[in-house]
């Protein structure tokens, strides 16, 4: 299969309403960062892939037609994937199909979303089937507040834990000059915010950001010129389709499929070890928990520990999210895609402040509709 | 562009459900489920045996964000890999062969559906102008079909009879096709008595919104020569995007239709495409049909028309086409399905010849296109 590599990347400065830039003018910032990343231009580029979260976040429908020009790609391939949350991801793994397929040599995988611009609740709460969902409006929190308090009992993924992932994302953060929210907070705060939906409290939210981020993949000849190529050693996206009253929530089986698949792809059998830093996505601060077991980082049980030793910390032997994660910044459909980004420029060493040492394997995770669509991600600096 | 050789990879089988004005006693769930149901019946393939889904479909028809996520049952998608790619359903396809073509996948099902006949179409058209200076004005697919039908009769030679005569085609073979619901077939007089919707284009000039699903099966040379004896190959592809604002394009052509058609047929080498027997295009428009086929280099700027001619050397949409029948989303994956079953012999003993050219389009007047080359 030929190898693909991630050889440029950029996102915007994001923030909770960008009245500077248009959508597209937003999206155009972080391909503009991205192809200068790479040091290349959009006459480089064969193909383009465009995520965004649903049309309906942000009211513009079929948004990559009005891209196109702002990026200055007409007359190219373009076209849009879209997969709630983990669109991003669902996005690079199309592009990444693209290259190995050889449908393309550069693809450039655009990802943003401008929430500031749409009704975000109401959007998610027309998900559910139109009959029988959508009046109650439960949008994303009260599904995600109840599979956490049956995690509680479980696995023993307690507020404090879930308060920890708050404090150490806000304070990663600090070191994100893209992030929005730059603010540290205490495992006493997040305990005392306002209950939303218990457990979930304001403070286990991210905030709701405009933003976007684009990475150039391209084949391993076409990444000859790039001094520092981070290449793609395993991607997947999984979906699970059944009802809800038939899920095992407590364990996604949809990650852990993901999981197994890209570990198989990247010859890792201890990810907690053969990684140097992971980057996932965390709609609220317990799943956060849960995609630690679910990535393997420790056992099924073990996250409330895990978060409490320091390890995940940014200074710990298995960092995870040092870029602040959703906490710093959440512009849905570019979220996933900003994980890749982040753990693509740990490996090629250029993620700033938040750089950790000598990283050479990056993990990501990122997922979307009702939890039911889960992805994973391994690159590193070397081919394999 | 790349041109590194892809494994063989084939259409191995299909399945459409009717396209009809209405279905009004299914849901979309029930849509896909006979097209999905229909496509792995008689491949002697499971539903197990399918490694990838990659779907076609519309949150704003559907009323439904991620509406993906409520049909994943029913596409087999569950505990799969699958995505949505929310355009025009050959768009799908695309996504479907490269995951074949480079070994990451052995089958994958390609689904797209429509049911407009719940929606408001010219909304979902108006949505997806610039929010900003074209909303307002409530251009919709109508206006711009017009406007690009006028801009066609003014740049070329082309006049109002191809037109008409173009439309009146269309129609008397979907007439002949059961998998579309017609009615009466309507005659070149009743095409030029229809209401003028959009000048100079009368409604039945202009593509008909219907409902239905389609299932299509994409796999590797090895699987697909367990499943079928006429393994359709997929010799090229090729897509591309032009500008969002009408007035940015070429008038009277398609120029980002002409590069999809590039990229296809270089990826295939073909020097040029005297030899396809077979082409199975979308259009809003019979002006928007007669631009793809020149596009298309099945016929000079201006005479389109030519291809509907009875000692034309190509057939063009023997299936009726996207003017009888545009399940919206669905109508290029319906293209290549129809293409491929009759590139394989499944369709009645017309000689269509050993090569097609399959065209899909998506956004408002046309803006991207995708064109695909098949051989068997």
Request: glycine share 10%.
């Amino acid at each position: 299969m030929r190898n693909v590599a991630v050889v440029g990347a950029g996102q915007t400065n994001h923030a909770r309403r960008r009245k500077d830039v248009t959508q597209v003018g937003l999206a155009r910032e972080a391909v503009t960062r991205a192809l200068e990343d790479a040091d290349l231009t959009m006459d480089d580029i064969d193909s383009v892939v465009v995520c965004t979260g649903p049309v309906l976040f942000a009211a513009v429908n079929q948004p990559e037609k009005w891209l196109v020009d702002a990026i200055g790609a007409r007359l190219k391939p373009v076209v849009r994937v879209t997969s709630g949350g983990g669109t991003g991801l669902a996005g690079a793994l199309a592009a990444v199909n693209q290259v190995r397929g050889g449908f393309a040599d550069r693809v450039l995988v655009v990802a943003y979303d401008k929430l500031s611009e749409g009704a975000l609740q109401y959007s998610i709460s027309t998900l559910y089937d139109p009959f029988w969902g959508r009046e109650f409006a439960v949008g994303i929190m009260g599904f995600s507040a109840a599979y956490w308090r049956a995690r509680m009992d479980t696995l023993g993924h307690t507020e404090e834990a879930a308060a920890m992932v708050a404090v150490k994302n806000h304070k990663n953060a600090m070191l994100n000059p893209y992030a929005h929210v730059r603010k540290e907070v205490t495992v006493e705060d997040v305990l005392n915010s306002r209950p939303l939906c218990w457990p979930i409290k304001l403070l286990d939210v991210p905030p709701i950001s405009d933003g976007a981020c684009a990475v150039v993949l391209a084949s391993e000849d076409a990444a000859k010129g790039s001094p520092d190529p981070a290449w793609i050693r395993g991607m997947a996206y999984y979906s699970e389709g059944e009802n809800v009253a038939h899920r095992s929530m407590i364990q996604s089986e949809p990650l852990t499929i993901a999981a197994k698949s890209v570990y198989q792809q990247a010859g890792i059998t201890n990810p907690r070890r053969q990684c140097d830093v992971v980057e996932v996505q965390e709609p609220y601060t317990c799943f956060e928990l849960s995609y630690y077991e679910g990535l393997g980082l420790c056992e099924p049980g073990g996250a409330a520990e895990l978060i409490a030793s320091g390890a995940t910390a940014i200074d710990g032997d298995i960092p995870v999210n040092p870029s602040g994660g959703c906490m710093g910044a959440n512009p849905i459909g570019a979220t996933a895609l900003i994980r890749l980004a982040e753990i693509a420029q740990q490996v090629r060493g250029r993620a700033g402040d938040h750089q950790i040492p000598d990283a050479k394997v990056g993990l990501m995770q990122a997922g979307g509709g009702w939890a039911n669509l889960r992805g994973v991600a391994v690159v590193s600096n070397t081919k394999g | 562009m790349v041109l590194n050789t892809l494994d063989r990879v084939a259409v191995v089988a299909s399945a459409q459900t009717q396209l009809r004005g209405a279905w009004d006693r299914l849901q979309h769930v029930d849509l896909i489920s006979r097209a999905v149901d229909g496509v792995l019946r008689g491949s002697g393939l499971r539903m197990r045996d399918i490694d990838v889904v990659i779907n076609s479909g519309s949150d704003v028809l559907d009323g439904r964000s991620i509406s993906n996520c409520g049909f994943l049952g029913a596409m087999g998608a569950n505990h799969k890999e699958e995505s949505r790619v929310e355009e025009d359903g050959l768009f799908s396809a695309v996504y479907g062969t490269t995951k074949v073509a480079c070994g990451s996948a052995s089958v994958a099902l390609i689904i797209a559906y429509s049911k407009p006949s719940e929606s408001d179409v010219s909304g979902y058209y108006a949505t997806l102008t610039d929010p900003f200076y074209q909303r307002a004005l409530g251009l919709d697919h109508l206006g711009a079909a017009g406007l690009m039908a006028n801009q066609y009769l003014t740049s070329t030679d082309a006049d109002e009879e191809a037109l008409l005569r173009i439309a009146a085609e269309s129609w008397r073979k979907a007439g002949d096709n059961p998998l579309v619901e017609t009615g009466d077939v309507p005659s070149r007089a009743d095409i030029e008595a229809s209401d003028l919707v959009a000048d100079p284009l009368r409604a039945l000039q202009i593509s008909r919104p219907v409902d239905g699903a389609v299932a299509v099966l994409i796999a590797t040379e090895r699987v697909a020569r367990r499943v079928t004896d006429r393994p359709v190959w997929i010799t090229g592809m090729g897509a591309a995007m032009d500008s969002h604002f009408i007035a940015d394009r070429a008038p009277g052509e398609l120029e980002a239709c002409q590069a999809a058609a590039r990229m296809a047929t270089k990826r295939a080498g073909l020097t040029d495409v005297s030899g396809v027997g077979l082409a199975e295009v979308t259009a809003g428009s019979s002006a928007g049909e007669a631009m793809v086929v020149e596009a298309l280099g099945l016929a000079k700027r201006g005479h389109g028309v030519d291809c509907y001619a009875d000692d034309a050397s190509v057939s063009v949409n023997p299936s009726g086409g996207a003017l009888p029948a545009d399940p919206i989303m669905a109508t290029g994956l319906v293209r290549l399905a129809e293409a491929a079953e009759r590139l394989a012999g499944r369709r009645g003993d017309a000689d269509v010849g050993t090569r097609a050219l399959v065209h899909g389009s998506g956004g408002l007047g046309m803006q991207n296109h995708c064109v695909f080359t098949l051989e068997v």
